[in-house]
């Protein structure tokens, strides 16, 4: 199936079964079912049948599904029972948190290289890695052949660092910066702004929606 036929929102939701698979296998448990893994995430069970239904029968009627089966699929079909090489800009406060979040490697990526323009944090060493100069983003891009990039600068830099991670041969950037970017439509962009997530949460919390 062309991948650009099944919903974003599905692809949005696979992570979430991976996820809760892992916490289910890490338990000892070997066999789990729809109207499960609905009860973990709050989904229904029909829709999870029907996401994984787009990729294939990964369960038996009556008997579910094989946790550490399910698991392996969802990674090869996610693409990360591989690992991705992966580069961080900007090495200022939220730049060093992001590099000391430990899921990234069980997740499959790896993040490589860190660079930063500031001059007094340029070849400073954080946790296993040097702070490389910006300027040479192009080089650690194609030497290391990344192909997706972290954004932890400030807001009136995202842009201008997003350009030059496309123009170096970057395909997924996902960045911390709290602006929308424009770049071209076959790059894919994550946003991570917590604000955002905290004026969605609040529109809840009005008398009228409690």
């Known amino acids: 199936m062309n991948p650009l036929a099944i919903p974003e929102i599905v692809i949005r939701r696979l992570p979430l079964y991976l996820r809760t698979l892992n916490v289910l296998a890490n338990k000892g448990q070997e066999v789990t079912s729809s109207q499960e893994l609905g009860s973990w995430l709050g989904i229904s069970s029909t829709q999870i049948r029907k996401d994984l239904s787009y990729f294939g029968e990964f369960g038996k009627q009556g008997t579910g599904y094989d946790i550490h089966y399910l698991r392996d699929q969802l990674r090869k079909i996610l693409q990360v029972d591989r690992h991705w090489s992966v580069v961080l800009i900007g090495a200022g406060d939220l730049g060093r948190a992001v590099l000391r979040y430990g899921g990234f490697e069980e997740g499959g990526f790896s993040i490589?290289?860190?660079?930063?323009?500031?001059?007094s944090k340029i070849a400073r060493r954080i946790g296993e890695?040097?702070?490389?100069d910006v300027a040479s983003?192009?080089?650690?891009?194609k030497t290391q052949g990344i192909q997706i990039a972290i954004i932890a600068v400030p807001t009136d830099e995202a842009q201008a660092v997003a350009n030059a991670l496309v123009r170096a041969g970057i395909k997924a950037i996902l960045t911390y910066a709290p602006i929308t970017l424009n770049l071209p439509p076959e790059v894919?962009?994550?946003?991570m702004d917590p604000v955002v997530g905290l004026q969605s949460m609040a529109y809840y919390l009005s008398p009228g929606h409690m």
Not at 112 to 119: H, I, N, Q, R, Y
Not at 129 to 132: D, G, R, W
Request: aromatic share 4%; charged share 30%.
């Open 137 to 141: 983003v192009p080089d650690v891009v």
């Open 112 to 119: 490589v290289a860190v660079l930063d323009k500031d001059a």
């Open 129 to 132: 890695l040097q702070v490389q």
């Open 188 to 191: 894919r962009v994550e946003y």
